[in-house]
């Protein structure tokens, strides 16, 4: 009986065994911007490995064939100077859950490439290059058939948590917000106290069902700003701030949405808590990304926020 038990967990443990298949592709350029990096999780049959790329440990597979038909989409949009591997443990839970994930590094705004980050041509060009991502997705990808073009969620942090806003129906108006220009020297501050600010329409994403944000910055300082705002919205945030996002913008926010999101305050957190976990090597080139302080277990907080994370969208991309 004994075997017997222990053939069946065996075989058991041998098909519930997965990971997340990764793939890396670039979209071309077009009428609406430059060529786009992008990197894909996707269910994947085989054991998770540990894939090194640059600093960052990802656990999954390379190139692996994609597992299912009809797969829900999550769209990831990081933050100032971030890049697409930086909320990669989401991702792979998400992907080993089911779902197709999808995160670009934003041109102009990353870790390797910040010409334009101080810019308001940033701003509005964020949420095109979520639009354009969804778009490959759906129409070139080599797993485009694949996904359910219905079942689309999106994950955003900081300037990211802003993109999602604008996607979702919101209009910033920076002229009134509550973000400080700690630059004031910064090309964006300068545009706005010259009042030179976009009056053309930003791009909205009615595909997308639901979004989780993490300490999104805030340029929504009106319930007229987000009045558009209708789609299940999971919201994030840090107890301190940081990077240009203020302790009481996230509160703010949950008030002038105008359907109460899911709200979530990090104790003892930090900004930059919501960044993945570090590598040791990491932890010692970037300390102010991936040192946390007042004795705050980023480890712990991503377990709760991933699978929190992916409660949501199950529930809410169908």
């Not at 701003?123 to 778009?135: A, C, N, S, W």
């Not at 305050?265 to 970037?286: E, G, Q, R, W």
């Amino acid at each position: 009986m004994k075997t017997f038990i222990s053939a069946v967990l065996l075989c058991l443990s041998t098909t519930i065994a997965h990971a997340a298949g990764i793939k890396f592709v670039q979209i071309p350029p077009d009428a609406n911007g430059p060529a786009l990096r992008a990197i894909v999780w996707t269910p994947c049959a085989e054991p998770a490995q540990e894939v090194p790329i640059g600093p960052y440990v990802l656990k999954g597979r390379r190139d692996c064939p994609t597992v299912g038909e009809k797969l829900p989409l999550v769209v990831i949009s990081h933050g100032h100077g971030g890049s697409f591997l930086g909320h990669h443990d989401l991702a792979e839970t998400l992907a080993d859950a089911g779902f197709v994930v999808a995160a670009i590094n934003h041109p102009g705004d990353t870790f390797s490439d910040s010409s334009r980050a101080g810019e308001m041509s940033e701003f509005v060009e964020r949420p095109t290059d979520i639009k354009r991502l969804i778009d490959y997705m759906l129409n070139a990808a080599p797993d485009a058939a694949r996904i359910d073009p219905e079942r689309i969620g999106f994950f955003g942090f900081s300037r990211g948590g802003y993109t999602g806003l604008v996607l979702a129906g919101g209009n910033p108006d920076f002229l009134h917000a509550d973000v400080p220009c700690t630059d004031p020297k910064a090309p964006i501050c300068e545009q706005i106290r010259r009042r030179e600010v976009s009056a053309d329409p930003l791009t909205h994403d009615a595909r997308i069902k639901a979004f989780v944000l993490a300490d999104p910055l805030n340029v929504f300082p009106t319930s007229e700003s987000l009045k558009n705002v209708k789609a299940p919205i999971q919201l994030w945030a840090s107890q301190f701030g940081g990077d240009g996002v203020l302790p009481h913008n996230a509160p703010a926010l949950a008030n002038a949405l105008p359907h109460r999101p899911e709200y979530h305050l990090v104790s003892n957190a930090a900004h930059f808590a919501f960044l993945a976990p570090c590598s040791a090597t990491m932890k010692n080139d970037a300390p102010g990304l991936c040192v946390d302080a007042n004795g705050f277990d980023r480890t712990a907080f991503h377990k709760q926020l991933d699978e929190m994370a992916l409660t949501f969208f199950q529930a809410n991309v169908r």
